[in-house]
């Protein structure tokens, strides 16, 4: 006798080209949306190419390797004298790394003790030991006690301004030079401590004093303080700083939107 035959196997229903053309509409929509939405709301939506990235929590043990693949965009440049403040444009240039071996540990060997010998005691007064250095400008009050997180990506200073890890990395484009653009405020301080802890600073100050030490200046949901901490906080940098040979700045601009912070830079 012949083996009954099979049934035939179901086969998937292709979709109708209505539907691909119709997804295709909504991804090139939502791809011409996306910039928008991210700088306006400072939504995390994702991209096609785009990884999650990678939250910076202060005192987070980051490697070498990951820092540099998340390198900071700035949109922002201090102007020259008599030049309109623009933002500049994002970049998301991104930088190659290379893996990093690590090091092998090495045993520690015991030494012998060694035995501690007590001075004997002088007669003589106690000398006053001298004052403290005043430290340069742009390092952190003692006070700073860094950021905190306060959920969905957000970090908040002591002073109470919130930043997103993208506003984080944008700041600290200023803490080197770029003679790429045309103008440049470079902080002096270098670590994102004292950056931050200088902003706080100023920014404390919006909330004390008027001018002619702050400058407040409204645009439209923005606003923006023009702060004088009367000492060297930075340096003109870009092409126009190096024109000048890189003159000192004591002032900062500070752009909020409510307690968000967009940018914040050193100006003349």
């Known amino acids: 006798m012949n083996a009954p035959s099979s049934a035939p196997s179901a086969r998937p229903t292709p979709l109708k ?30 991209g096609l190419t785009d990884a999650k990235p990678r939250v910076n929590v202060p005192g987070d043990t980051a490697s070498p390797r990951e820092r540099r693949d998340h390198r900071p965009v700035d949109v922002s440049i201090v102007p020259e004298q008599g030049e309109s403040v623009a933002e500049e444009k994002d970049s998301d240039e991104q930088v190659a790394s290379h893996d990093i071996q690590p090091k092998p540990e090495t045993p520690s060997v015991d030494k012998p003790a060694t035995p501690v010998l007590t001075p004997p005691a002088s007669n003589s007064k106690p000398t006053n030991s001298p004052a403290p250095a005043k430290p340069p400008g742009g390092a952190p009050p003692a006070k700073w006690s860094g950021l905190k997180s306060i959920g969905r990506g957000k970090f908040e200073s002591p002073s109470g301004l919130v930043y997103d890890q993208y506003r984080i990395d944008h700041v600290m484009e200023h803490s080197r030079d770029n003679t790429d ?33 702050v400058i407040t200046e409204d645009e439209g949901d923005r606003t923006a303080y023009t702060v004088n901490l009367n000492r060297q906080i930075g340096r003109a940098g870009g092409q126009s700083g190096a024109r000048r040979r890189n003159p000192p700045l004591q002032k900062i601009k500070i752009v909020v939107e409510e307690a968000r912070v967009i940018t914040a830079y050193p100006t003349n």
């Open 181 to 213: 653009k045309p103008s440049h405020g470079v902080f002096t301080a270098t670590t994102q401590d004292e950056v931050l802890a200088l902003i706080d600073e100023a920014f404390g100050l919006t909330k004390k004093r008027g001018p002619p030490q």
């Open 17 to 46: 080209p209505k539907w691909v053309a119709v997804g295709m509409l909504l991804l090139v929509v939502y791809l011409l949306l996306r910039p928008w939405l991210v700088e306006r709301y400072g939504w995390d939506l994702p």
